[in-house]
């Protein structure tokens, strides 16, 4: 019993010991405190430079804002260019196919029937020219997407 009493005194010792260390660490370091440049100015200044600093940052947001949609801009355009590119390197190598007569519908018909159709006749409802339509080249393209 007087062994636990004994490591029970000791004990309390220690903790006031070590609460005392503290306690002194605590002032040291309270006493060797160098304020920053910015605590040292007073509130005004303080909220005067936070604005300025805050309008700088937002110019330069923008300006960053500005030079990031150019450049999406530019590869916007390009992607442009090369798809049209593409499409009319596609369609310099597309064949047409025999027209068959325009129906009632603006958009022409292309003709299924492999070619039975006469293509010397000069009746008026033929077309007589074999360039090929823009529903022409918008289909070839779709189908070679679709493989």
């Known amino acids: 019993m007087a062994d636990s009493q004994m490591n029970l005194q000791e004990n309390a010792e220690l903790i006031q010991r070590y609460l005392l260390h503290l ?59 090369l798809c049209r590119k593409r499409y009319l390197d596609k369609m310099s190598t597309f064949e047409t196919g025999v027209i068959r007569q325009e129906r009632a519908s603006p958009t022409p018909s292309i003709d299924t029937d492999n070619g039975s159709s006469d293509p010397t006749d000069k009746s008026p409802t033929t077309q007589t020219y074999e360039a090929p339509s823009q529903l022409q080249r918008d289909l070839a393209a779709a189908k070679e997407l679709q493989t």
């Open 23 to 81: 306690r002194l660490r605590k002032e040291e370091a309270d006493r060797s405190y160098i304020p920053t440049p910015w605590e040292e100015l007073s509130e005004e200044e303080q909220l005067l430079l936070a604005t300025y600093h805050a309008h700088i940052h937002q110019e330069e947001d923008l300006d960053q804002q500005i030079k990031f949609r150019g450049f999406l801009r530019e590869i916007r355009e390009k992607n442009t260019q």
